[in-house]
């Protein structure tokens, strides 16, 4: 799960991290008064989980709270890579003698938490890593030990030759790295970090993924999700318990397993078609799943067929057909839809559909060529009605 | 032969009276499993279908010769259910458990190579030595035994690709599903190793996804290390950047993880990548040198979970 700027660094203060003042807006009123009570120059940012918000024009500047009220109706209403902004955050403006990078993230071949740091800080730290990767010193962490002072030392200096610049940035190292472990990031980031004339070391943006399994032990966190932030059929699907992401392409692909339904995707755009979306309905085979999954499709009006590929294992493929049955005695859809059900009851799954006419297909291949066939079929049709 | 379970393994079942446990217990034991015991903290003393349960693994451990553990108890006493398999001496854990949480793993991880145990998983169907021994809770009427050993990432579409497979009339000797998680104990380059140390493993069906390098590394062991053939699927071309696709593990980021740098590395390590999990038995009569319509293609019949 993603968090926003504003709710990252009020974590960070809670572990002691020095972030700039500020609060969160969601009117141009709000952001002048906000903007009134720092009494100093301010920066608007733009609350949206894409990166990128910069460039967008979703971060601006303003001297005064007039100007805070006027740049808070600016980026208010945006849109920035397909997310509207509903809140802004008005912040301390700070002018950075220097801006370095700090980010912790699970190194997956390691197995243990990598501390990275840069002195190039501020930009896409990807685009470093690419570029100059000498910029960037890692260090690994011993998940069971934790972090020993040390390590966030010999970073701290490879980023700050003044030990007085040094000395802090060690310390929010070290309070990062506990951000991290308290709560199950699996990425903890400041960019940039920055030192202002005044020699304060201070994070200038902040920015959290959790750990989606270990919600359950993080309420605080869970608590922080911001449904305006997701797409609505996505949050319908989380809360359902299915896999759900929008693709924008015309076939709709039922599946269960993630791997699967990737390899039907893939399939898909193999013979032509383009897939509209991911859903994997999980191992469970509840037939109410199945109901959601087809009208969370189905409110994806690009969709000109749906390819439902169930191969049951510890999924019933009769539960599946039920499903199916129930939703579309319920929706009585316009859009055509194919099934393939193979494995555990697949005899049973094909008596109840047999009564309803609902077409079928044997293979994986099959039932993917015959989902692009029917969605072609839909848009011809379509063009002859225009 | 087979990888890492035999008609010998002798299985424990922790979680055994859950609703997954109970069900899968029965499941590898109709398969033929030689499943010894379950465990359930306050359940001691009782049967399931036959099957004694212990409090303890201790106690289960001292009564039979424990080699395996299937794990199928919840996210948040699963890692607790694994270190108490390795204080029980038991060598090979299989961790079905999916939703465990990664800084959790990492510690597990730690442990569990400090002792010198395999942990096959999490968030994994399982592994099966056709006709002998299945541990998890991969559909034993999937398999067959046979001379090609079987690696994924994935579960279902490892049953699709295992399936195709069966169906061509090719059989195998272990099939592996290690998990789509960030932190898991057995990657690709453990299996392969196996499988290329397996005399009776001909040829190898690697299948992968998105995210992470384990397919990259896979490949420069295959480069470096094995004389058998391998072939492989990938899913997850079709994935944007920055999108989880179901599995924890499976996410695109930046440029790293993507399904075109994993083919173009399998590729280089000589590795032919098929288009289609269908396609996976043609490329293994490829590799060896058959013909794909002189192998006799078993009848496609209807198959229960089993």
């Known amino acids: 799960m993603v968090i926003h700027e504003h709710n990252a660094k009020q974590i960070f203060a809670g572990h002691g991290i020095p972030v700039t003042e500020g609060d969160i807006a969601a009117t141009p009123g709000e952001a002048e008064v906000i903007a009134r009570r720092i009494g100093k120059p301010v920066v608007v940012k733009a609350q949206v989980h894409v990166g990128g918000r910069g460039k967008a024009g979703g971060i601006l500047f303003a001297d005064d709270p007039e100007t805070a009220r006027a740049q808070a109706e600016k980026i208010l209403g945006m849109t920035i890579k397909g997310l509207p902004v509903h809140e802004v955050l008005v912040t301390t403006a700070e002018k950075p003698l220097a801006e370095s990078y700090v980010g912790i993230v699970l190194d997956r071949n390691a197995k243990k938490p990598v501390i990275m740091v840069s002195s190039a800080g501020g930009v896409d730290i990807e685009d470093v890593a690419a570029r100059t990767p000498e910029k960037i010193r890692r260090q690994h962490i011993d998940p069971v030990e934790g972090i020993h002072p040390y390590q966030a030392r010999r970073l701290a200096y490879y980023l700050y030759d003044d030990p007085v610049l040094a000395k802090q940035a060690a310390d929010i190292i070290l309070k990062l790295y506990g951000v991290f472990e308290d709560c199950d990031a699996s990425l903890a980031e400041i960019n940039p970090l920055i030192a202002n004339p005044e020699g304060r070391i201070i994070a200038l943006d902040a920015k959290m993924n959790i750990d989606d399994n270990a919600l359950y032990r993080q309420p605080a966190i869970a608590s922080m999700r911001d449904p305006k932030a997701e797409d609505p059929a996505e949050a319908e699907a989380r809360e359902a318990g299915l896999s759900y992401i929008k693709l924008g392409g015309t076939i709709g692909c039922i599946v269960n397993g993630a791997g699967l339904a990737m390899a039907t995707m893939d399939l898909v755009k193999r013979y032509g078609g383009e897939p509209a979306n991911f859903l994997d309905i999980g191992g469970s085979s509840n037939p109410q799943k199945v109901v959601t999954a087809i009208k969370i499709i189905l409110s994806d009006p690009k969709v000109r067929a749906i390819l439902i590929n169930i191969l049951g294992g510890i999924t019933r493929c009769d539960d599946v057909a039920t499903g199916i049955v129930e939703a579309f005695r319920q929706f009585q859809p316009a859009v055509p839809v194919v099934i393939r059900l193979a494995g555990t009851n697949e005899a049973a799954a094909a008596d109840i559909l047999r009564h309803t006419g609902l077409p079928t297909a044997p293979s994986l291949d099959e039932v993917v060529k015959k989902a692009i066939e029917m969605s072609r079929a839909q848009d011809s049709a379509q063009e002859r009605r225009k | ?306």
């Open chain 2, 1 to 306: 032969m087979s990888i890492f379970v035999d008609r010998e393994t002798c299985v424990l079942v922790q979680g055994i009276t859950g609703r997954d446990g109970s069900f899968h217990a029965r499941q590898m034991k109709n398969y033929g499993t030689k499943v010894a015991a379950g465990v359930t903290p306050g359940k001691g003393g009782t049967l399931v279908d036959g099957i004694p349960v212990f409090n303890t693994v201790e106690e289960a451990a001292a009564r039979f010769s424990i080699d395996a553990t299937a794990i199928y108890v919840p996210p948040a006493l699963a890692a607790d259910a694994m270190y108490e398999a390795v204080d029980a001496g038991i060598k090979l854990i299989v961790c079905i458990t999916e939703g465990i949480p990664a800084n959790e793993m990492m510690r597990v991880y730690a442990r569990v190579r400090a002792a010198g145990v395999r942990l096959i998983g999490p968030n994994c169907p399982g592994l099966i030595t056709p006709g002998e021994c299945k541990v998890g809770i991969m559909p034993g009427s999937l398999v067959t035994p046979g001379n090609v050993g079987v690696v994924s990432r994935s579960g279902t579409l490892t049953y699709e690709a295992i399936w195709a497979l069966t169906q061509a009339g090719m059989g195998q000797t272990t099939c592996v599903g290690i998990g789509g998680d960030p932190i898991i104990g057995t990657d690709f380059v453990a299996c392969l190793e196996a499988f290329e140390n397996d005399p009776a493993t001909d040829a190898v069906v690697l299948i992968g996804e998105i995210g992470g390098s384990d397919e990259e590394t896979a490949a420069r062991f295959i480069e470096q290390h094995m004389s058998k053939p391998v072939v492989a699927f990938i899913a997850g071309q079709t994935a944007p950047p920055g999108k989880r696709m179901g599995h924890a593990g499976a996410i695109v980021m930046g440029s790293s993880g993507s399904a075109a740098d994993k083919i173009a590395a399998l590729n280089r390590a000589g590795v032919p990548v098929a288009g289609s999990p269908t396609e996976l038995p043609e490329f293994v009569a490829r590799v060896l040198n058959q013909d794909l319509d002189a192998v006799p293609r078993s009848e496609r019949k209807a198959y229960q979970y089993a």
